[in-house]
């Protein structure tokens, strides 16, 4: 099988800097339609993204830097990618798994995956980061996409 | 052989993610378990013959008779040691 390399899943034009949004839906209509854009995702993502979030939410309490990774079904998707968005202001996405609790995120990473079999080293390698307050910190304090994925691609690889 | 269930909303991400890790820690400490992410649609068929389940959704419908756990430590690596003390916990006794 082939395994989907780190470099493969980012896409510098889809590493942003300095998001705003108002709220929660506001942020994820923003980037579901970045990865319209480029071809990733169908006109569809957008919808099942914000639904999605809404009954199965996905802030975590990582440390130092809180973060979302929004993501839905792999219909949606056309070509795998990982966006990440660093945020000007938190925005407030609920817990994972609890619902409840809000998580003010700071970095998002909305996943548009299809085969997760083919990209799960790749995922495990992300969710890995997320133990990590100094790397979480560095990629918040990053300026650029070379940064970030300088960063990414030390601990992934 | 044991089995351990992981949902998410969409059995994509997150619950493959999860599943993975689980699957190495219990190699690492030589517990025999199959580790499966499932679609939480699915969950109903697949939940009645599993040991453990592993929860990453706030959307529990019932008590599903089995036990369970929450999947988050294995995401955020915040508090995954006692989960997986949990883990052998609850496999032994079964």
Redesign the interface.
């Known amino acids: 099988m082939e395994i989907t390399q780190v470099s493969t899943l980012f896409n510098p034009e889809l590493i942003l800097f300095d998001v705003t949004a108002n709220d929660r839906t506001e942020l994820l209509k923003k980037l579901s339609q970045k990865l319209k854009e480029k071809g990733y995702v169908r006109e569809s993502f957008e919808e099942a993204v914000i639904e ?1 979030e809404k ?4 802030g ?4 130092g830097v809180s973060v979302a ?1 929004p ?4 219909i949606h998707v056309l070509k795998p990618v990982i966006l990440i968005a660093n945020l000007k202001r938190p925005v407030a996405f ?7 609790r809000d998580i003010l995120a700071e970095l998002v990473f909305m ?1 548009a ?1 299809n085969q ?2 083919k990209q ?1 080293e790749v ?2 390698k992300l ?2 980061i ?3 307050k100094d790397v979480l910190l560095a990629i918040k304090e990053a300026k650029n996409p070379s940064k970030v994925l300088e960063i990414l691609k030390e601990q992934m690889n | 052989m044991k089995r351990i269930i992981v949902a998410c909303g969409s059995g994509v991400a997150t619950s493959q993610t999860v599943a993975s890790k689980v699957a190495e820690l219990c190699e690492q400490r030589g517990i025999m378990a199959e580790v499966e992410a499932v679609d939480i649609k699915s969950l109903d068929a697949h939940i009645k013959n599993c040991d453990l389940y592993i929860s990453i959704t706030p959307y529990v419908k019932e008590d599903y008779g089995v036990p369970t756990i929450s999947g988050i430590p294995f995401l955020t690596g915040v508090g995954m040691e006692e989960a997986m003390k949990e883990v052998e916990r609850i496999l032994k006794v079964k």
Do not use: A, C
């Open positions: 999605r009954v199965y939410p996905t975590l309490p990582t440390p990774l993501h839905t079904d792999s609920k817990e994972m798994g609890n619902g409840i996943l995956i997760p079999e799960i995922l495990k969710m890995s997320f133990s990590k």
